[in-house]
């Protein structure tokens, strides 16, 4: 079965860094595109970037691009997101995401249980 | 970018109903459209790709349907575990950004 687990949320000060980690096991990591997702208290999904599972390219929502890096290491089977320069906007929780089918179209077949991550002074 | 429009927001039903969510998209999305179940404090679950394929393990109950900018979600015969909020999700792109529905929550009437 494919698990994804993620890691790394907290609460954090306006400006700060966080970095999210999410492991995944049940699948060959290396072959799939992988993706987070976040949810603002209340409110619904929005994707936020996502990263190749090979060639490591990578796509961002516009309100995160140079503030939020995607990363991944396939020896390690893990995804991460480091969240740098932090807004109370960015108060969500962050869902990992696998894209459903290796090289397919962008839509999410199995999701990670989350982490919260709170922006606040 | 591409907008994705549910309604309604909330739909009030009992236990056995039919009942049927829409979503719209901004522009055409051929068959490009998926569709997710979250029940209260549980992550998204993948129900329907493709705008009418049923996912692995999905009951029967759920189907979807529409092409274009009109579609579909309809569960025949609403059990319990099925009050939760459905979310519409375009992919037509190969670039972003793929975009959400604000979200139908189906609550018990």
């Known amino acids: 079965d494919v698990q994804l687990v993620e890691s790394g949320g907290g609460l954090v000060q306006p400006g700060g860094s966080l970095r999210l980690s999410c492991v995944a096991s049940g699948f060959t990591f290396s072959h799939y595109a992988m993706a987070w997702v976040r949810q603002a208290p209340g409110k619904g999904l929005e994707w936020v970037s996502t990263?190749?599972?090979?060639?490591?390219?990578?796509f961002y929502t516009d309100s995160v691009k140079g503030r939020f890096t995607i990363s991944r290491d396939n020896s390690r089977n893990t995804l991460y997101l480091q969240l740098n320069r932090l807004r109370g906007e960015d108060t969500a929780i962050y869902y990992c995401?696998?894209?459903?089918?290796?090289?397919?179209?962008?839509?999410?077949?199995?999701w990670g249980q989350g982490t919260l991550v709170a922006v606040s002074s | 970018d591409i907008q994705m429009t549910q309604s309604p927001s909330t739909l009030s039903a009992s236990v056995g109903d039919r009942v049927t969510l829409t979503c719209r998209a901004s522009q055409h999305i051929s068959a490009w459209l998926a569709w997710y179940q979250q029940r209260p404090g549980k992550a998204p679950k993948l129900l329907i790709y493709r705008a009418s394929n049923l996912e692995g393990g999905v009951p029967s109950r759920f189907s979807g349907s529409g092409s274009g900018t009109e579609f579909t979600l309809t569960i025949s015969s609403l059990q319990p575990e099925d009050f939760a909020t459905y979310y519409c999700?375009?992919?037509?792109?190969?670039?972003?950004?793929?975009?959400f529905g604000q979200g139908t929550k189906v609550e018990i009437k």
């Open positions: 990263m190749s599972g090979s060639d490591f390219g990578s």
């Open positions: 999700q375009q992919y037509y792109t190969d670039s972003p950004p793929w975009t």
């Open positions: 995401a696998k894209i459903r089918i290796p090289g397919g179209r962008h839509y999410f077949g199995s």
